[in-house]
């Protein structure tokens, strides 16, 4: 099995009443909370669709942004590890995950350090490496500080950079196979992922580039039918999720779960 594509287990927190108040880029008003809470429900029910466990977390009304779970912690086979998200309204985020983490790993250790910033939205986990790209949330503290706890784990992590004005590195990439990376033209052009073989995003469809692959299925934001075409040509199993409320705070498939097989 591969630990980057084929989990166990998936954590999800219903989204708040708050999330009106949550962080974006450019406004282009608030998210409707029900019709949120409806494409919540349809992700959730399509991880299970693959047998994983779902555990769904209480709302948490004081953190606008806890909807985007991924960004508190980064869950490997041999241990979880809990970020220090760069926006301070999201920094309380990461110790309210830590008793559930525990609940279901021997090892959570932390980035502590006071200027170390990172956040799992930043993080590829591919089945040869880690990739960071540091970004207006990830910095080079938070990046050195991942390095130093999971290379005893034998995980190797190479820091890249996240394009201008892109919230996150994986905002704009994924994890289709084990040597296939879904990713926009702006920052394949990087050569970041030189030796993968890289599907391009359609031109125009760049937020399409934020999808996940979660056992057998490939989760994908509706509404981008020449990038799903690629895809399912590409011999995926595509499924589209509703995305519009989520996409008014920068948010996306990968952001609304942790993914991991905890160890036996
Ligand atoms: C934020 O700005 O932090 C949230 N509104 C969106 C977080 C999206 N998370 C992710 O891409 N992993």
Redesign the pocket.
């Known amino acids: 099995m591969s630990f980057s594509i084929h989990f166990t287990h998936a954590i999800t927190r219903r989204p708040a009443a708050s999330i009106v108040r949550?962080?974006?880029?450019v406004d282009t008003g608030n998210p409707d909370l029900a019709l949120m809470q409806a494409h919540h429900d349809t992700y959730i029910a399509t991880l299970r669709e693959t047998g994983a466990t779902v555990i769904e977390l209480p709302p948490l009304e004081n953190f606008p942004?806890s909807v985007?779970v991924?960004?508190t912690a980064l869950c490997l086979p041999q241990g979880a590890v809990v970020m220090r998200?760069g926006?301070p309204s999201?920094l309380g985020e990461a110790a309210e995950m830590v008793p559930h983490l525990r609940a279901l790993y021997g090892q959570v250790v932390e980035i502590s350090g006071a200027g170390s910033f990172i956040?799992?939205?930043?993080i590829l986990v591919t089945e040869r490496e880690i990739l960071v790209g540091r970004s207006a949330?990830t910095n080079g503290a938070g990046i050195a500080e991942l390095t130093a706890l999971v290379t005893p784990w034998g995980h190797t992590v190479r820091e890249v950079h996240t394009p201008p004005g892109v919230?996150?590195f994986?905002?704009d990439c994924s994890l289709l196979d084990v040597d296939t990376v879904l990713s926009t033209r702006r920052l394949s052009a990087s050569g970041c992922f030189a030796g993968y073989r890289v599907i391009d995003v359609a031109e125009g469809e760049e937020a399409a580039a934020?999808t996940i692959r979660f056992n057998g299925l490939v989760l994908m934001p509706a509404g981008f039918p020449r990038t799903r075409d690629t895809i399912a040509a590409a011999g995926f199993d595509v499924r589209e999720i509703g995305n519009s409320e989520?996409a008014k705070?920068?948010?996306?498939m990968?952001?609304l779960s942790l993914r991991f097989t905890p160890p036996a």
């Open positions: 949550g962080l974006r880029a942004d985007f991924e960004d998200p926006a999201r956040e799992g939205g930043d949330r919230l996150h994986k905002t934020n989520c705070l920068d948010g996306g990968s952001c």
